[in-house]
């Protein structure tokens, strides 16, 4: 493939990715939520003398807490992904060297 259809490629690509993150914010109105407390409605809905098995181990402060520890989650499981990614490809390209 050509320089310039893979550097196209990567552009399209990165174009769709953005148009997937953002879609969702704008044709999407009212409180994002996450799973866990639509489930917690849809039980207390469905059997409204519901009580849960277990408690949180550990009550943070507040939700921008959550989102953060959630934030960092995140990014350590993209680094470990990058470095993975990274050194295969390393391997490769030395393998191809010695050759």
């Known amino acids: 493939m050509k320089q310039s259809k893979k550097g196209l490629s990567n552009w399209l690509l990165l174009l769709g990715v953005v148009v997937l993150a953002v879609a969702p914010l704008v044709l999407i109105k009212g409180e994002f939520s996450g799973a866990d407390g639509q489930a917690e409605d849809a039980i207390k809905e469905i059997q409204p003398k519901y009580k849960p098995w277990f408690n949180p181990l550990i009550v943070l402060p507040s939700g921008e807490v959550e989102s953060l520890l959630f934030s ?5 499981g993209a680094g470990v ?10 391997r490769s390209q030395d393998q191809r060297n010695k050759e």
């Open 72 to 76: 960092v989650q995140a990014a350590a």
């Open 81 to 90: 992904i990058g470095y993975v990614i990274g050194l295969y490809k390393g």
